[in-house]
């Protein structure tokens, strides 16, 4: 069965990013799960992350796929990406209570 997880508040800095990559981190080395993280989030934190870690631990194996998406792309292709991962992390922007939310809430609904 495919899941899809996010972490979503309408406040920004309140580590949102961050424990959507703990979270994905611990059930794709401890539970074997193979995740897709898209960073659909317009600051793009999450590949922003990933791409630190990769300069700094070049001969490390990445734990899962990181994707930077925008929330239009995502909504046309979740279908493809469920049929391929076990469970998807959608890193969202804050929720701003306007018009542009309507795309992410979607997405999560």
Do not use: H
């Not at 630190?52 to 990181?66: G, L, N, V």
């Not at 792309?73 to 979740?78: H, M, T």
């Amino acid at each position: 069965m495919n899941r899809i997880f996010s972490v979503a508040n309408t406040k920004g800095g309140v580590a949102k990013t961050s424990t959507a990559i703990f979270l994905a981190t611990a059930l794709a080395v401890n539970k074997g799960k193979k995740i897709l993280y898209c960073d659909t989030d317009s600051q793009q934190s999450a590949f922003e992350y990933r791409e630190w870690e990769r300069q700094m631990y070049p001969d490390t194996q990445e734990p899962y796929k990181i994707e930077k998406i925008t929330p239009q792309r995502l909504l046309k292709e979740i279908d493809n990406y469920a049929k391929l991962y076990d469970i998807i992390f959608i890193d969202v922007p804050r929720f701003t209570q306007g018009r542009d939310d309507q795309t992410m809430v979607s997405l999560l609904g």
